[in-house]
């Protein structure tokens, strides 16, 4: 069973920076498709980013510079570095473990194990 922890979120003025980290325990994120997943009041959950077991890096159709996803195996965290942030940024982000087929790395459904989420808030 694999423990997710977030941190990192916070209340930040649009324009600003955020970075949140995912500390993985139970399992060595090296054998997982790693993804960061948020979900905003009253919407559906929505895909932001993904490393894959093997090194890739997976971004949604429209890929926006502002997020770049990362890891550290050796502290077996994951890292989500979120720049010029927008009100619309404003959700609860998750992250999430998945090892299947990687054509459903991008789903926000297509996971195993969530970790709890962490508030990022982005007043304007």
């Known amino acids: 069973q694999m423990q997710l922890v977030e941190s990192g979120g916070g209340l930040v003025q649009a324009g600003g920076s955020l970075r949140l980290s995912c500390v993985a325990s139970?399992?060595?994120?090296?054998?997982?498709?790693m993804k960061w997943i948020r979900q905003a009041p009253g919407k559906e959950r929505e895909f932001v980013a993904a490393?894959?077991?093997?090194?890739?890096?997976y971004y949604p159709g429209i890929k926006e510079d502002r997020f770049v996803i990362s890891r550290d195996i050796a502290e077996n965290t994951v890292y989500l570095q979120m720049n010029s942030l927008k009100p619309e940024d404003t959700a609860v982000y998750y992250c999430?473990?998945?090892?299947?087929?990687?054509?459903?790395?991008?789903?926000?459904?297509?996971?195993?194990?969530w970790g709890q989420g962490t508030q990022v808030t982005v007043s304007s």
């Open positions: 999430a473990a998945y090892a299947g087929p990687i054509r459903s790395i991008r789903d926000p459904e297509s996971v195993a194990y």
């Open positions: 139970g399992g060595s994120i090296e054998n997982y498709h």
């Open positions: 490393h894959s077991a093997s090194g890739g890096y």
